[in-house]
Every structure is written in C-alpha cells, then in structure tokens.
C-alpha cells in the first residue's frame, strides 16, 4: 500500500523504476544511534594507535570496497596531495570497511600511485571502535557514485569530523550545508577538498 524509504533520491528512482505513484512513497529519513560510552579523544587516540596501529594524523573513509564507493579515484586523489604545502607530513589514509565486491583495483591502487606507506585498510571495525576514529581523524570523505543515503557522513558529523562527500545522488540530503561536495569523477576536485581540510 505505502513505500517507505530513506531519501528522496531513492524514492525518485523508487518512482522512475517500479511506475509507483509519488503519493505512495514516503521519504522516512534514517537516524544515527546514541552510544552509551564514548571514549574521551585521548584514549580514543590510544585505543586505535595500540589495537589497529594507527598513529599520527589521517583522512578517514568508512564503507564497503566495491566499485560505488569509488575509493580507487579518492586513493588517487590523495596521492596528488601537495605535501610540502601541507600542515602535517605524514598523512595516511585509513579505508575502514569489509570486502565487497570488484575490490581487486582498489586494494591495488596504493602502489599503482606509489603510496603504499601512506594507505592502510584495516578491513572490519566493530561500531563501538568506530567514534574513536572519526573523533581523531582531520576528516571523513565518501566520494560515493550513488548512496541511498549516507549514514557514515552523520556518523562522522555527530563526533565532530569534517565531511566531505559527492555532489550527487543523495549525499547532498545526508550533509545539508554542513558538508564540502566533490564532484565524484574528479580527481582534482577531490584532491583540493582534501587539502581544504588539511589546511583550514
């Protein structure tokens, strides 16, 4: 009888796929849970230096490697980085997230560009780990071909992490004015947000 789903953009192709009415669909917009202890920065700092061996400062990606996520151009993107330019030297890429699917050219592209030191995949982290990681990195990117919604760019919002994701589909609903958008097929668009929130 009724569509419920979690954006417009989805209920838009709900619509464009299935013919359904548009009074049918309701955009019911998702929320984010209350984590009943959350570490302070330091220990959280601590934690993922001693369990994931994550140390000093990083940009931050969580979500599954598949082609979508398009973490092969962001990798790229953040292998143009002008590091002289940059407050801090030693920026790695921390890419959070289970194997999908084609994810053959993303584990490969770190030494396609030549950053294999700088990029590590730490493959699952279980959600009570997570806000440590967004609570210390200098920012999270979602440079995603599509999304349904976005739930990481509210995750990374509500402890406090500068956001930047994909002018497209329905990331810009997720991050509302609060968020730098890219343009995802573009390298250098993604490379100069990231140095935005490298050098404020």
Not at 34 to 56: A, D, H, L, P, T
């Amino acid at each position: 009888s009724i569509v419920f789903t979690i954006s417009q953009t989805s209920k838009d192709d709900i619509i464009k796929t299935y013919r359904v009415s548009d009074e049918k669909v309701i955009v019911t917009y998702p929320g984010i849970k209350n984590e009943s202890r959350i570490m302070s920065e330091e220990s959280g700092k601590e934690m993922i230096g001693k369990k994931y061996g994550v140390k000093g400062q990083y940009i931050l990606f969580v979500g599954t490697l598949q082609p979508r996520k398009n973490i092969a151009r962001l990798i790229e993107a953040f292998s143009k980085l002008e590091t002289k330019r940059l407050r801090y030297k030693d920026i790695k890429l921390i890419v959070v997230g289970k194997k999908g699917w084609l994810y053959e050219e993303i584990l490969e592209a770190p030494k396609k560009f030549n950053i294999e030191d700088r990029v590590k995949f730490l493959d699952f982290v279980p959600d009570e780990d997570l806000p440590s990681f967004y609570k210390n990195a200098l920012g999270f990117v979602l440079p995603s071909l599509y999304e349904g919604f976005g739930l990481p760019v509210l995750e990374a919002m509500k402890y406090g992490c500068p956001v930047i994701t994909s002018n497209i589909s329905s990331l810009p609903e997720a991050g509302g004015e609060a968020a730098l958008y890219v343009d995802p097929l573009n390298v250098e668009d993604i490379k100069n947000n990231l140095q935005l929130i490298i050098n404020p």
